[in-house]
């Protein structure tokens, strides 16, 4: 049986242990990339090209999305609501190109406000 082994993140980073671990800066260098990676992961743009393909075979192009396939002919529209639908809409848009019709998406109040003040378009 695995047995889990919990160590306090200051104790890791603060160098405080019984045995060196290693250089600080090298630490919170990792750490720092560790998250950057994590955080990148997950953006809506990486997410939805793993989530969605569009293929063009022979003169019409079919959607792919979940083990299923959709016909595209311009026929597409598209509808979210939530924080993250700013970024997946725009996603979703490069992904099928021309072959969204319309959409409408839905976001919380302030949110526009928000983006704005973290320097966001």
Known sequence: ?????????RRIFS???????GNMATLQDDAHRIFLRAVSAVLPPRMLRKALTVRDTAGFSVL???GKTFSL???????GFGKAVLGMAAAV?????????EGVISI?????????????R
Do not use: F, T, W
């Not at 919380?108 to 966001?120: I, N, R, T, V």
């Open 1 to 9: 049986m695995a047995r889990l082994l919990r160590v306090s993140i």
């Open 108 to 120: 919380p109040q302030g949110m526009e406000e928000s983006l704005k003040l973290a320097g966001k």
């Open 93 to 101: 848009e490069q992904i099928v190109g021309n072959h969204l019709v």
């Open 73 to 79: 002919k311009k026929n597409l529209y598209l509808v």
């Open 15 to 21: 160098c405080q242990s019984h045995r060196p671990i």
């Open 64 to 66: 792919e999305c979940g």
